[in-house]
């Protein structure tokens, strides 16, 4: 049988075995010295820790999470501000209805955004209804877009920017539901496409829009 290990406090030598003399409810336990690999990484990220934690919060040489997020806000918010000006700098009233809005690639484009992000507001059909499944037609938070009924413009570039910016501040709301300002969500091609495909569905809620000079 091996001898009983010694009896100490902490191992001293490479390879000695030390049954610590701490005992508590009959628990033994032994310690063992650690190799020098372990000991010189485990220094060293202690230096690395008080080395890093003082650039971070005593210098401005490493950004934190916050400053990093918000100048990508910053940059996503000046990129869909350039895109916005150039597209309005070529976008009026008659380009809408006449061209964006009988454009079918344009029009499909903006269904689709549509369907992603309004119908659960003004309904598949733009009636701003929902059948319950019984024949009843269920009133939604937004208004209705087939009505032939603008709450607060019929003008194309008017309904743009009201898409664009949301309710008016002014506005009560539909039952107290204020549509939110999209632009902080879709880019202004986006919104230009799905004005497009609501202009489409009501082609004659537009015809006094002057119509495109004739080349």
Request: aromatic share 12%.
């Given at each position: 049988?091996?001898?009983?290990?010694?009896?100490?406090?902490?191992?001293?030598?490479?390879?000695e075995?030390?049954?610590?003399?701490h005992e508590?409810?009959?628990?033994q336990?032994?310690?063992?010295?650690?190799?020098?690999?372990?000991?010189?990484?485990?220094?060293?990220a202690?230096?690395?820790?008080v080395?890093?934690?003082?650039?971070?919060?005593?210098?401005t040489?490493?950004?934190?999470?916050?400053q990093?997020v918000?100048?990508k806000?910053i940059?996503?918010?000046?990129?869909?501000?350039?895109?916005l000006?150039?597209?309005?700098a070529?976008?009026?009233?008659?380009?809408?209805?006449?061209?964006?809005?009988?454009?079918?690639?344009?029009?499909?484009?903006?269904q689709?955004t549509?369907?992603?992000?309004?119908?659960?507001?003004?309904?598949?059909?733009?009636?701003?209804?929902?059948?319950?499944?019984?024949?009843k037609?269920?009133p939604?938070p937004?208004?209705?877009?087939?009505?032939?009924i603008?709450?607060f413009?019929?003008?194309?570039?008017?309904?743009?920017?009201?898409?664009n910016?949301?309710?008016?501040?002014?506005?009560?709301?539909?039952?107290?539901?204020?549509?939110?300002?999209?632009?902080q969500?879709?880019?202004?091609?986006?919104?230009?496409?799905?004005?497009s495909y609501v202009i489409?569905?009501?082609?004659?809620?537009f015809?006094?829009?002057?119509k495109?000079?004739?080349?």
């Open positions: 049988m091996s001898a009983d290990p010694k009896r100490g406090q902490f191992a001293k030598a490479k390879g075995i030390i049954l610590r003399e508590f409810d009959g628990i336990e032994f310690d063992q010295k650690l190799p020098n690999w372990w000991l010189f990484t485990f220094y060293a202690i230096v690395f820790f080395f890093y934690w003082s650039v971070y919060y005593g210098t040489w490493i950004k934190s999470p916050q990093v918000q100048e806000i940059a996503v918010q000046a990129a869909q501000l350039k895109e000006n150039k597209l309005l070529d976008l009026d009233d008659t380009k809408l209805v006449y061209k964006l809005a009988t454009d079918p690639l344009y029009v499909a484009a903006g689709a549509f369907t992603k992000n309004c119908v659960p507001c003004h309904g598949v059909d733009l009636s701003a209804t929902i059948d319950d499944g019984h024949g037609r269920i939604l937004g208004l209705p877009l087939t009505d032939h603008w709450k413009t019929n003008k194309p570039m008017g309904l743009f920017n009201l898409i910016k949301g309710s008016p501040p002014e506005s009560t709301g539909n039952n107290g539901a204020k549509m939110e300002a999209w632009g969500k879709l880019s202004p091609m986006e919104i230009a496409q799905v004005l489409s569905k009501v082609p004659e809620d015809t006094e829009i002057p495109p000079a004739a080349k």
